[in-house]
């Protein structure tokens, strides 16, 4: 049993640095837009939302990951490009974001919707 507390552990710390990466990943990339080819980009902040949805959330972080999703989905609407200077690198970055947190808010979604089945 302490084995597998410690694999379970080891998983929840690796989606940790996971979510990390991604976040640093998304708003580095909102800077610097022209450097990264949009289906690299896209790809991998996909594959590690992915990672985070699968591995990082218990059940008690469920419903806050889902609202704050939804939050950030919502504020994508939003055209921050009119801010002018900042407006641009702003809008970048959200969207950058909500492709980040969009895969582990479809797994929790999903998550959410077996286990009430199953109840």
């Known amino acids: 049993m302490v084995q597998k ?3 379970s552990l080891e998983l929840h710390r690796i989606a940790h640095y996971t979510f990390f990466v991604g976040l640093l990943i998304a708003i580095v990339a909102g800077f610097f837009r ?3 080819t949009p289906e690299v980009l896209v790809t ?4 590690l939302g992915f990672v985070v ?3 990082n959330l218990t059940a008690k972080e469920t419903t ?3 609202i704050a999703a939804t939050a950030l ?3 994508g609407i939003v055209n921050l490009s009119l801010i002018p200077g900042v407006g641009l690198y ?3 970055m959200l969207s950058n974001i909500v492709v980040f947190v969009v895969p582990g808010a479809i797994l929790m979604g999903l998550k959410t919707i077996w286990k009430l089945a199953r109840d």
């Open 5 to 7: 507390a410690g694999k």
């Open 34 to 36: 022209t450097v990264f």
């Open 44 to 47: 991998t902040l996909v594959i």
């Open 53 to 55: 949805g699968l591995f």
């Open 64 to 66: 806050p990951f889902l």
């Open 73 to 75: 989905m919502l504020a």
């Open 90 to 92: 702003l809008r970048n």
